[in-house]
């Protein structure tokens, strides 16, 4: 069966299971071991046959944990549609994850990659999540702090990779006094634009997804998986020696001695915004995104990636990190 994925890459499993309850995957986990564990498919890049059981991750479901007067906490189950739920806790007025809409994959890869997107991130609210072991079979809650959370990173991807997979995530979403991060890209403007200056979330998600969509292509229309690099984080004083040479290169601050550079500006001054070998690519308007134009494999992919990498290095003495995940 070929495995779904954003880039649209024709990747086979040799063995497909779908999971659709935490009694499922207890079972399935009996009979199989080392699994490749797929969520929405939309954050990593396939080179190859997948020759490990694939376990699709299906449960759904969202449910009330508990809820005062100005929180509430809502358990989304690991096989829902990321972007759906987002927009679902918006329709009910509650403030959090506004600034993460449009986002493809699913609920359960959310804390894995730490997901983050004009100022907020998934540690920014969730609670936990609860998992089950690949080895133990036994069911653990993660709290916060227990999943390490760090720019695109998590306990997940370092420690416990491969380890634990994720079944439910909890959220802390507010019911008023909402806590709003407008500050970022193009989200002023569009607002002022529409006349809102006190925005509500979902006013606020709406101009996101407007940015969004302005900037990024839609997988079903073009494959890609969203930002294919991390915006790299480097000292002040390196940052400082290349203002010099490039004035206008931008940046956001991280700490007293670091800040991090958009990578999508590294690579569009390398000149490859739109650079294309065979159907691979360098989206033409978002430099950060890798595309496939139609019959381009994932082998072709991490070449462009690889090239790409290789002259921001060059030019910037830079090294660009991956953001997807490469099997």
């Known amino acids: 069966m070929q495995i779904p994925n954003t880039f649209n890459l024709k990747v086979q499993a040799e063995k497909y299971i779908p999971i659709h309850s935490e009694k499922e995957l207890i079972s399935a ?26 376990f699709h991750i299906l449960l759904k479901g969202i449910s009330t944990v508990k ?12 096989g829902e549609n990321w972007h759906q739920f ?4 918006l329709q009910q007025g509650y403030g959090g994850l506004e600034n993460l809409s449009l986002i493809y994959g699913n609920v359960g890869t959310t804390p894995v990659q730490n997901i983050g997107a004009y100022g907020v991130e998934i540690k920014d609210v969730m609670e936990s999540c609860e998992t089950i072991g690949v080895h133990t079979l036994q069911k653990r809650i993660f709290t916060n702090a227990e999943c390490a959370f760090a720019y695109r990173e998590s306990i997940f991807k370092g420690k416990e990779k491969g380890n634990y997979i994720i ?13 709003l991060h407008t500050q970022y890209g193009a989200i002023q403007q569009v ?6 200056t006190q925005p509500t979330p979902k006013e606020l998600s709406d101009a996101i997804i ?5 900037k990024l292509p839609n997988p079903n ?13 480097v000292l002040k004083t390196d940052y400082e020696k290349l203002q010099q040479q490039y004035p206008e290169i931008p940046c956001y601050p991280v700490n007293e001695t670091e800040v991090k550079v958009p990578a999508g500006w590294l690579i569009d001054r390398s000149g490859l915004k739109g650079y294309r070998k065979g159907d691979a690519g360098v989206h033409k308007h978002q430099a950060l995104v890798l595309v496939n134009y139609g019959e381009a494999t994932g082998e072709e992919v991490l070449a462009v990636a690889n090239y790409v990498k290789a002259q921001v290095q060059e030019k910037f003495g830079i090294a660009l990190e991956f953001e997807v995940n490469i099997f």
């Open 86 to 89: 987002v927009r679902y806790t």
């Open 29 to 54: 986990l009996q009979e199989y071991h080392n699994p490749f564990v797929l969520g929405g498919g939309s954050n990593m890049l396939l080179t190859k046959n997948i020759t490990q059981p694939v």
């Open 210 to 214: 407007t940015i969004r969509e302005s």
């Open 67 to 78: 809820e005062t007067d100005e929180y509430i906490w809502l358990k989304a189950q690991a």
């Open 221 to 233: 229309v073009l494959g890609n998986c969203g930002s294919f690099f991390k915006n790299p984080i």
């Open 191 to 196: 607002l002022s634009e529409r006349g809102i």
């Open 167 to 179: 079944t439910s995530v909890t959220f802390k979403l507010t019911k008023k006094n909402h806590q």
